[in-house]
């Protein structure tokens, strides 16, 4: 009877097993193909999901008429946590390595990354200095895809080997959920890029080669904290430090400055940028034929009268208010009663809203010689950035396309261009919750390794980041005047992102090798 039952039993449950795997497979059928298994399929939500193997191609580029053939690797490497125990992040990375080299552990090397902060690095990495550059063609909106992909000319290949390197959380870099406070902020960024830096010398050999940084925006900011760090944490000296769209002391941005009253700094550093715009988009009452001389009558003009009109505050007379209103409208372009009803005080996002409103457009942001319609005419500020709107569809598609096709990588991975609106950043340095300002950190390296060089590039449309911001803290840093020779200044008529205009690309590169073989001893 008990066996029976037993066997009963058995073909009852095979055949109920039977039924539920028809209506699976009916169910599936409904569905249609399923995509593949990815990155988080199955993973915990407090584990890393597996890393993806590193993964090595070879090609060429030519660079000014020299072909270089290259081995590029595309992969991560591991952070550990404070104690060095556990993996709480990986940060992805494209090295480029030039082939043929005959001791390659003393080529120099550069990490480069933009910033944000929550920026990946596709666009110094397909832009810049990669073997392959986007091409833009014009300051209006791109064309919808196929986009293309071109051999870039001006790849710093040909003095340096490369390493692009994304931020946690940005690009394929991962991190560990509920250890993101370990990694936004601007000492915790700091931290990772060190650790990573120092990771990757010693993976690949290089603790003897010529050592660089390039931050472009936020990545300078970066760069500074990093020049101190990788000092103090691991007594690496750094041979250079190359600065692109600088911003180091975050009370001198030109974005918003009416939050933080009383300080006219932004207003007088970006003058030069309101100019050379208005300039560019023929909207200056006077004919200036030499744009660089314009410029240094602005930059006269914005710390003399001006700076000391904006000092005297409420204590200046309506006559030299008049004047200085008057002077500039002559070099904004911007109505003289405007002007006034600022008191004297413009900030970014109005003047890119209010230079072209009479024609419905507003001006870029990152680069002001980009121009897009308004979408509020009546609005105070720019309700967008008409030059990131422009790129940003051509570089994500030709990056993702590039990476799986060419770097064989990141198949069955999302590519995180930015992280904007899933971090919250730290804006606390040193202990400090006042505003950023990390000029102190440049500074210290620079005193305690006197032979560290410095050089900014900073385009004269780029309203982000104003060029004379740049110049004006670099040249206020706490450093002896003698070392104020180690500090290299390059200007172009293009934006934020320089290499977005073809013959400042050239130059960018030009210039940047010849500083990167100024800043070291070629091995015999």
Same mark, same amino acid.
């Given at each position: 009877?008990?066996?029976?039952?037993?066997?009963?039993?058995?073909?009852?449950?095979?055949?109920?097993?039977?039924?539920?795997?028809?209506?699976?497979?009916?169910?599936?059928?409904?569905?249609?193909?399923?995509?593949?298994?990815?990155?988080?399929?199955?993973?915990?939500?407090?584990?890393?999901?597996?890393?993806?193997?590193?993964?090595?191609?070879?090609?060429?580029?030519?660079?000014?008429?020299?072909?270089?053939?290259?081995?590029?690797?595309?992969?991560?490497?591991?952070?550990?946590?404070?104690?060095?125990?556990?993996?709480?992040?990986?940060?992805?990375?494209?090295?480029?390595?030039?082939?043929?080299?005959?001791?390659?552990?003393?080529?120099?090397?550069?990490?480069?990354?933009?910033?944000?902060?929550?920026?990946?690095?596709?666009?110094?990495?397909?832009?810049?200095?990669?073997?392959?550059?986007?091409?833009?063609?014009?300051?209006?909106?791109?064309?919808?895809?196929?986009?293309?992909?071109?051999?870039?000319?001006?790849?710093?290949?040909?003095?340096?080997?490369?390493? &692009?390197?994304?931020?946690? !959380? *940005?690009?394929? @870099?991962? $991190?560990?959920?509920?250890?993101?406070?370990?990694? %936004?902020?601007? #000492?915790?960024?700091?931290?990772?890029?060190?650790?990573?830096?120092?990771?990757?010398?010693?993976?690949?050999?290089?603790?003897?080669?010529?050592?660089?940084? &390039?931050?472009?925006?936020? !990545? *300078?900011?970066? @760069?500074? $904290?990093?020049?101190?760090?990788?000092?103090?944490? %691991?007594?690496? #000296?750094?041979?250079?430090?190359?600065?692109?769209?600088?911003?180091?002391?975050?009370?001198?941005?030109?974005?918003?400055?009416?939050?933080?009253?009383?300080?006219?700094?932004?207003?007088?550093?970006?003058?030069?940028?309101?100019?050379?715009?208005?300039?560019?988009?023929?909207?200056?009452?006077?004919?200036?034929?030499?744009?660089?001389?314009?410029?240094?009558?602005?930059?006269?003009?914005?710390?003399?009268?001006?700076?000391?009109?904006?000092?005297?505050?409420?204590?200046?007379?309506?006559?030299?208010?008049?004047?200085?209103?008057?002077?500039?409208?002559?070099?904004?372009?911007?109505?003289?009663?405007?002007?006034?009803?600022?008191?004297?005080?413009?900030?970014?996002?109005?003047?890119?809203?209010?230079?072209?409103?009479?024609?419905?457009?507003?001006?870029?942001?990152?680069?002001?010689?980009?121009?897009?319609?308004?979408?509020?005419?009546?609005?105070?500020?720019?309700?967008?950035?008409?030059?990131?709107?422009?790129?940003?569809?051509?570089?994500?598609?030709?990056?993702?396309?590039?990476?799986?096709?060419?770097?064989?990588?990141?198949?069955?991975?999302?590519?995180?261009?930015?992280?904007?609106?899933?971090?919250?950043?730290?804006?606390?340095?040193?202990?400090?919750?006042?505003?950023?300002?990390?000029?102190?950190?440049?500074?210290?390296?620079?005193?305690?390794?006197?032979?560290?060089?410095?050089?900014?590039?900073?385009?004269?449309?780029?309203?982000?980041?104003?060029?004379?911001?740049?110049?004006?803290?670099?040249?206020?840093?706490?450093?002896?005047?003698?070392?104020?020779?180690?500090?290299?200044?390059?200007?172009?008529?293009?934006?934020?992102?320089?290499?977005?205009?073809?013959?400042?690309?050239?130059?960018?590169?030009?210039?940047?090798?010849?500083?990167?073989?100024?800043?070291?001893?070629?091995?015999?």
């Amino acid at each position: 009877m008990n066996k029976r039952l037993n066997l009963l039993i058995i073909v009852v449950c095979f055949q109920l097993g039977m039924l539920a795997m028809h209506f699976q497979t009916q169910a599936q059928e409904r569905r249609g193909p399923q995509p593949p298994a990815t990155e988080n399929a199955g993973q915990q939500k407090d584990k890393l999901p597996p890393a993806q193997p590193d993964v090595t191609t070879t090609g060429s580029v030519t660079v000014e008429g020299q072909r270089i053939d290259y081995q590029a690797v595309a992969g991560t490497i591991p952070l550990l946590d404070e104690n060095e125990q556990d993996t709480t992040a990986r940060m992805f990375y494209v090295a480029y390595f030039k082939q043929g080299v005959s001791d390659v552990s003393t080529r120099p090397l550069t990490f480069l990354y933009n910033g944000g902060p929550g920026s990946a690095t596709i666009w110094l990495h397909m832009g810049a200095f990669g073997p392959r550059r986007v091409v833009i063609d014009s300051t209006i909106h791109m064309h919808g895809a196929p986009y293309e992909l071109v051999n870039n000319d001006y790849s710093l290949l040909d003095a340096t080997d490369l390493v &692009f390197v994304d931020a946690p !959380g *940005t690009g394929f @870099s991962r $991190v560990m959920p509920g250890k993101e406070k370990d990694y %936004y902020g601007v #000492d915790q960024d700091g931290r990772a890029f060190s650790q990573f830096i120092m990771r990757f010398i010693t993976k690949y050999g290089r603790w003897n080669s010529p050592k660089f940084l &390039f931050g472009e925006s936020y !990545g *300078t900011t970066r @760069s500074a $904290v990093l020049s101190s760090m990788l000092q103090n944490m %691991y007594d690496i #000296d750094l041979n250079g430090v190359i600065l692109l769209s600088q911003i180091l002391s975050f009370d001198n941005s030109i974005d918003g400055p009416s939050r933080n009253p009383g300080n006219d700094m932004p207003y007088i550093l970006g003058l030069p940028t309101f100019a050379a715009t208005a300039w560019y988009h023929h909207q200056l009452p006077k004919n200036h034929p030499d744009l660089e001389a314009f410029i240094r009558e602005v930059e006269n003009f914005a710390t003399g009268a001006y700076a000391q009109a904006l000092m005297k505050g409420a204590t200046l007379d309506p006559n030299t208010f008049n004047q200085i209103a008057e002077q500039l409208h002559q070099y904004t372009g911007l109505d003289v009663d405007y002007i006034k009803k600022a008191n004297l005080r413009v900030d970014g996002g109005e003047f890119e809203q209010q230079l072209l409103n009479k024609q419905g457009l507003t001006t870029g942001r990152l680069d002001t010689r980009f121009s897009g319609p308004s979408l509020d005419i009546l609005s105070q500020r720019a309700n967008y950035d008409p030059q990131s709107e422009a790129i940003s569809g051509a570089y994500v598609s030709l990056f993702n396309d590039y990476v799986r096709k060419v770097l064989k990588y990141g198949q069955n991975m999302d590519y995180h261009p930015t992280i904007y609106g899933r971090m919250q950043w730290d804006w606390t340095h040193g202990g400090s919750r006042m505003g950023v300002n990390v000029m102190n950190d440049l500074a210290t390296a620079m005193k305690k390794n006197p032979t560290l060089k410095v050089l900014l590039n900073a385009g004269y449309y780029d309203l982000a980041t104003p060029f004379y911001e740049g110049v004006y803290e670099l040249q206020h840093l706490p450093i002896p005047n003698d070392l104020q020779k180690n500090i290299a200044y390059a200007f172009y008529e293009s934006g934020h992102m320089v290499y977005l205009h073809v013959p400042s690309l050239k130059q960018l590169h030009d210039r940047t090798k010849q500083f990167i073989e100024s800043c070291y001893t070629p091995a015999h």
